[in-house]
């Protein structure tokens, strides 16, 4: 099973485990992370996997439908309105 989702038009990365996107280059520390515990050498390869994609790096460009769109499968639905707090 992928542990990720790879939205082109997003151009973001999911962990479905988590629900969340991944900052571009931090693949790797994301699952040696708690939450996944991978090996550095397990987390690489799993990353290079993903190395050929287009990521959007959210702390230097929004990211964000330009039109109303149906939910994306892996992430969280907020419904009070705010949007993710981390970035």
């Not at 988590?18 to 397990?42: E, N, T």
């Not at 390869?45 to 499968?73: M, Q």
Request: proline content about 6%; overall charge positive; hydrophobic content about 35%.
């Amino acid at each position: 099973m992928d542990l990720f989702h790879y939205y082109q038009q997003y151009r973001v990365l999911v962990c479905k485990s988590c629900r969340y996107a991944i900052q571009p280059g931090r693949i790797v520390m994301h699952l040696k992370s708690a939450q996944h515990q991978l090996s550095q050498q397990q987390g690489e390869e799993i990353a290079a996997r993903y190395r050929d994609c287009d990521l959007a790096d959210p702390c230097k460009e929004r990211i964000a439908p330009g039109i109303i769109v149906i939910p994306l499968e892996h992430l969280p639905i907020y419904r009070d309105g705010l949007a993710c707090q981390h970035c």
